[in-house]
């Protein structure tokens, strides 16, 4: 069995929170002005992404590779 790379996932929690606009720079400016409603929107908007984009890769892979094992 063939673990996964772990890089990415590194360097795209890297980009969440060290970058000057988008999502994470948003929740992590929040956080720091105590504006926790709005942190906590950023915090269930990421995860509720996070889960689209899973059954968003999910699905492309049953359909792209029927024939893996996973499928049967």
Same mark, same amino acid.
Request: aromatic share 14%; proline share 4%; net charge positive.
């Given at each position: 069995?063939?673990? !996964?790379?772990?890089?990415?996932?590194?360097?795209g929690? *890297?980009?969440?929170? %060290?970058?000057?606009r988008? =999502?994470?720079?948003?929740?992590?400016?929040?956080?720091?002005?105590?504006?926790? !409603?709005?942190?906590?929107?950023?915090?269930?908007?990421? *995860?509720?992404?996070? %889960?689209?984009?899973?059954? =968003?890769?999910?699905?492309?892979?049953?359909?792209?590779?029927?024939?893996?094992?996973?499928?049967?």
């Amino acid at each position: 069995m063939r673990l !996964p790379d772990r890089r990415f996932a590194r360097h795209g929690t *890297a980009e969440f929170f %060290i970058s000057s606009r988008g =999502l994470g720079y948003l929740l992590s400016d929040q956080i720091c002005l105590a504006n926790m !409603p709005l942190a906590w929107a950023c915090i269930v908007i990421a *995860a509720v992404l996070g %889960i689209a984009f899973y059954y =968003l890769v999910a699905a492309a892979e049953k359909w792209l590779k029927p024939w893996h094992s996973s499928q049967l």
